[in-house]
């Protein structure tokens, strides 16, 4: 459990009530919003009931450095599309054959990830939609990046990515992709930590995140069949 004194969220499904509040012009709009498993799942969930949109998720997963697996060059999303950072690629040195071997590792663990959450469940049509991309913070931004790229291909109207907390460099790296990038923080700090912003910070299993979805979906089912009575 990690407290922090700067927290604040409680958790991340606290971080999604207060982001849920930035997005209220999003309501009842058909918005979809997709999740980043697996800590952007409870954050969605509380962004998607808010918002009264539906829910989705886009597995995108960072490339991590060899025997750094804390660090990463890159980001891989479920449709394959892959994002490097040049820098950081410069910097490691590593040859053609090692950044493929850690690729093809990140695609396999999408591939089952993906099967694992939502079988053989075709991709939500999104063509002229605004969707709405969150996950529990952003660190680099390249995970939300590949993320983006990826739903790009699938020709929504426009793409926001809504997150609690963003260092300023990730908000500026991701603006360039995203239609708008809309945070409850932005920190403008030399070193930033995602776990810092929230009182009880843990990393979610599978297990967890699935459950989180689920979750969603049976409060979505409820709700559709006791809908708000009009007074």
Do not use: C
Request: glycine share 6%; net charge positive; hydrophobic share 40%.
């Amino acid at each position: 459990m990690h407290i922090s004194r700067q927290a604040l969220f409680e958790n991340r499904y606290d971080a999604g009530s207060k982001l849920a509040e930035k997005l209220q012009a999003y309501k009842d709009q058909s918005a979809i919003v997709f999740a980043i498993p697996n800590g952007g799942i409870p954050v969605g969930v509380q962004v998607a009931l808010s918002l009264n949109a539906e829910l989705d998720l886009v597995i995108s997963r960072k490339i991590p450095i060899p025997l750094r697996p804390e660090g990463g060059f890159g980001a891989v999303a479920d449709d394959g599309t892959t994002i490097y950072n040049e820098p950081v690629l410069r910097h490691i040195n590593l040859n053609e054959q090692q950044i493929n071997y850690q690729v093809n590792l990140v695609r396999s663990n999408i591939k089952q990830r993906s099967i694992f959450y939502r079988g053989n469940k075709p991709l939500a049509l999104v063509t002229d939609k605004t969707i709405i991309v969150v996950d529990d913070g952003l660190a680099s931004g390249y995970t939300m990046l590949a993320a983006v790229e990826s739903l790009r291909r699938r020709r929504p109207k426009q793409i926001i990515v809504a997150v609690p907390a963003a260092p300023a460099a990730a908000v500026l790296n991701v603006e360039k992709t995203a239609d708008k990038v809309i945070t409850v923080e932005t920190a403008y700090t030399p070193k930033f930590y995602v776990s810092d912003y929230y009182k009880y910070w843990n990393v979610l299993s599978d297990d967890e995140g699935l459950r989180a979805f689920n979750d969603w979906k049976m409060r979505r089912y409820q709700s559709k069949l006791n809908p708000p009575q009009m007074k």
